[in-house]
């Protein structure tokens, strides 16, 4: 079974920093394109980030463009969404997701909050 868990989420001040980790059981990491999907309070799901299992490239959306940066941990099956200057309307669920030709894994989610 294939779980994607993720964690890291809180309450911080805008120009804070927070760092979410989604872990992969069930799925080789290196073998799946890997990213976040945030939904904040009434609006649509937005993707945020993805990072790529053949070369590791990674891509953002503009708004988190050179605040945000996704990595990943094979040995660990871990991927990091390191957010830095964060901004009042970053505040959403933050959801982990791997997904492929024929498979779709969503995480549980973790609210980011960013408020003075």
């Known amino acids: 079974q294939v779980q994607l868990v993720e964690s890291g989420g809180g309450l911080v001040q805008p120009g804070a920093s927070l760092r979410l980790s989604c872990t992969v059981s069930?799925?080789?990491?290196?073998?799946?394109?890997i990213g976040w999907i945030r939904q904040a309070p009434g609006k649509e799901r937005e993707w945020v980030s993805c990072?790529?299992?053949?070369?590791?490239?990674?891509d953002y959306t503009d708004s988190v463009k050179g605040r945000f940066t996704l990595s990943r941990d094979n040995a660990k099956n871990t991927v990091y969404l390191q957010m830095n200057s964060l901004k009042p309307e970053d505040t959403a669920v933050y959801y982990c997701?791997?997904?492929?030709?024929?498979?779709?894994?969503w995480g549980q989610g973790t609210q980011v909050t960013v408020s003075s």
């Open positions: 990072i790529s299992s053949s070369d590791g490239g990674t």
């Open positions: 997701n791997m997904w492929g030709s024929s498979y779709d894994y």
């Open positions: 069930g799925f080789s990491l290196d073998m799946s394109t």
